[in-house]
């Protein structure tokens, strides 16, 4: 049986092989120290009954008006648990808080490169907004997608309205 529950600074210590992927962003400790003090409520372990980190999703609330969205940070599965459903399950898990919290949209980054997540994604509801031109900075720089699903609170559905042009890392607000 898997366990979801609140992602503790314990987690950093253990999470090394979820983060051994290469698609998944790893950061400093201060970074994810920083989320877990102002939004513990968006960073979720999931566990086996092991005790073994099976994934994680880490996110924000951020934005003013219409703009007020839920931000997906970090998700990642280990490779041994893949295929099971478990992102599916914390990406639900961070739409309700962004539901309760009023928020008009989701969205989230992702590699042009990363087919499986984008696939995904779409599986799970979330369209293109935009192309973000070189947002990963490394060799070579690499563009991302930067993609939305409405909340229910946004009924025009107008933050999922696709850009027609790519914006540059600068303009990402
Ligand atoms: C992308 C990732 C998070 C998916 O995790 P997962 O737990 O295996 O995904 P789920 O089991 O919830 O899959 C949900 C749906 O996504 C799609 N999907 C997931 N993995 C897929 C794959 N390897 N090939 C094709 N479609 C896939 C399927 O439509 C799947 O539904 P289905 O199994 O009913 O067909 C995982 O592969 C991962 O951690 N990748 C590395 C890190 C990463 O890319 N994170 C996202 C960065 S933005």
């Known amino acids: 049986m898997t ?3 609140p992602f503790t ?9 979820v983060n051994l992927d290469p698609l998944t962003e790893t950061y400093c400790l201060s ?3 920083q989320y877990l003090a102002h939004w513990p409520e968006y960073f979720q372990v999931a ?3 092991t005790g073994e980190i099976m994934g994680y ?3 924000k609330a951020e934005g003013q008006g219409e703009s007020w969205h839920g931000h997906v940070t970090a998700l990642t599965v280990s490779p041994d648990y893949r295929r099971l459903g478990l992102a599916a399950t914390l990406m639900s898990f961070l739409e309700d808080v962004s539901e309760k919290k009023r928020c008009y949209f989701v969205d989230l980054f992702v590699r042009v490169s990363n087919k499986i997540a984008i696939e995904m994604y ?3 509801g979330y369209i293109v907004y935009r192309t973000v031109l070189e947002y990963y900075v490394g060799d070579p ?3 991302a997608y930067d993609m939305r ?4 609170r946004d009924v025009h559905k107008k933050s999922v309205i696709p850009l027609e042009h790519p914006v540059r890392p600068e303009e990402v607000d």
């Open 141 to 143: 720089d690499e563009d």
């Open 122 to 124: 779409t599986k799970l």
């Open 149 to 152: 699903k409405a909340c229910s």
């Open 47 to 49: 566990e086996s009954p």
């Open 9 to 17: 600074c314990n987690d950093m210590f253990r999470f090394n092989k």
């Open 31 to 33: 970074f994810y120290m």
């Open 3 to 5: 366990t979801l529950r």
């Open 57 to 59: 999703i880490m996110g």
